[in-house]
């Protein structure tokens, strides 16, 4: 009888949360990068010390996409991160991609990152801002 009642509160417990028996995840998602937005952070504290002051996005007389970023360091000292930017289609199919590029971020100061696409297809654009790997120039 107490396997009945036990039993019993557990459905009922489930009702009211809101379970089910389907399975969480019935459809794959189109790019979880996508979808965390334009400028993507390899580290959660980069985004607080690297903040996006400034985002405009233009086209040139050629039709080529023009990224122009503004940062700002909201810290005492020089940082170094690297920058890559991709080029979307209107599809949201990669086009273009750029190389790993260091940009120096001075102090309290802000920076501006430019990136041109090379095609006129480029429909949108992601920029990722990591810090770089250790290299003998950071040894003392």
């Keep these: 009888m107490k396997t009945c009642g036990m ?3 557990v459905l009922a417990a489930c009702w009211l949360c809101g379970c089910t028996t389907e399975p969480a ?8 990068y996508l979808k ?9 504290t980069t985004k607080y010390v690297l903040e996006v002051v400034r985002i405009d996005a233009k086209r ?10 503004t940062f700002r360091n909201t810290t ?7 920058v890559r930017t991709t080029f979307l289609d209107k599809d949201a199919h990669v086009l273009e991609q750029t190389n790993w590029e260091a940009v120096q971020f001075d102090a309290r100061t802000v920076t501006e990152y430019t990136c041109t696409s090379l095609s006129s297809r480029a429909g949108d654009y992601q920029i990722i801002v990591k810090k770089p790997k250790k290299t003998r120039l950071d040894i003392p």
């Design 7 to 9: 039993a019993a509160m």
């Design 25 to 32: 995840y019935t459809k794959p998602e189109s790019n979880p």
């Design 36 to 44: 965390q937005g334009r400028i993507q952070y390899e580290s959660s």
């Design 60 to 69: 040139t007389g050629g039709g080529l996409l023009k990224v122009i970023v």
């Design 76 to 82: 005492k000292q020089n940082l170094w991160a690297d």
